[in-house]
C-alpha cells in the first residue's frame, strides 16, 4: 500500500504496535512500530560458523562448544538474541494469534542473513507442529516464518519435506536434557531431500533440541547439508 494512503488509514483507524502499544509512526515495519523494529538486538557477523552464537571479535570459526561436541546440523543463524522486543513479539506470534507479526519477523531473518544464504540452498522447511497443537493455534508460526523469508529470495518453502510423526510436550516446559528426550525421534524426513542442502526454519533456537532431531531426520535420508534459521536465539 502506497505511503500516503496508510497515512490516510492512520488518521481515520490510528494503527498501534502490538508489542507496546505505540502508533506505528516514521520507520515502522508492519505491524510494529519503528521504535521496536529499532530496539531489536540483532545478531550480525562476526559469529559462530555452525551454531550463529555471536562472537565479541573476529578470528574465531567455533565456539568452544561446537568445537568440542559439533551439533547435528551444518550451520545456524538467528536474527536476534531472544530478548525485548524480539521476545515480546514472538510471544503475541505463537500464543496471541497475531500473525501479521510474522511479516516483520521474517524480515529480520531475511535481513540479516538473506545475502549469505547459499545458492545452493534448495528448500525451506519449517519445523512441523503436531496436528492438534497446528489445529488449536490455527497456524504453524514456522511455516509462516518460512514463507516470509521465502519473500524475496529464489528458495522455495517445502513443508512436506518434513513432517511430526508423535505428538511432543511443549519444549517451553522442559529442561535440556528433557527437551532432547521429547523430541527425539519424533520427526520423519521426505528421501526427496536426499543429496540437496536444506534450511530448517523456526521461531527461537534454545537448547538445538528440536533443530538437532530436524536435522538428524533429514540426515537419515540422505541430506547433503542442513542448515537452520530462526528469528531469535537464547545465548
Known sequence: MR????????LVFPALCPVCGSPLAEGRRDPLC???WSAIPRIAAPCCDRCGVPFTAGGLRL?????????????ARAGASYEGVVRDAIHALKFEGKRPL???LAALIREQWGSV???????LVP?????AREHERGFNQAALLAEGVASGLDVPVRPRWLAR??????????????RRANVRGAFAADPATAGRHVVVVDDVLTTGATAAECARALRAVGAARVGVLTVARVR
Do not use: F, N
Not at 505511503?3 to 492512520?10: I, K, S, V
Not at 519445523?127 to 496436528?131: F, H
Not at 510423526?165 to 528433557?178: C, H, K, N, W, Y
Open 34 to 36: 519503528g521504535a521496536c
Open 3 to 10: 505511503a500516503w494512503a496508510l497515512a490516510a488509514l492512520d
Open 102 to 104: 510474522a511479516r516483520p
Open 63 to 75: 565456539c568452544g562448544p561446537c568445537a568440542a561436541d559439533p551439533p547435528a546440523w551444518d550451520w
Open 165 to 178: 510423526v508423535r505428538a511432543t510436550r511443549a519444549q517451553s516446559e522442559l529442561g535440556a536434557a528433557e
Open 127 to 131: 519445523v512441523p507442529l503436531a496436528g
Open 117 to 123: 544464504l547459499a545458492s545452493d540452498v534448495t528448500g
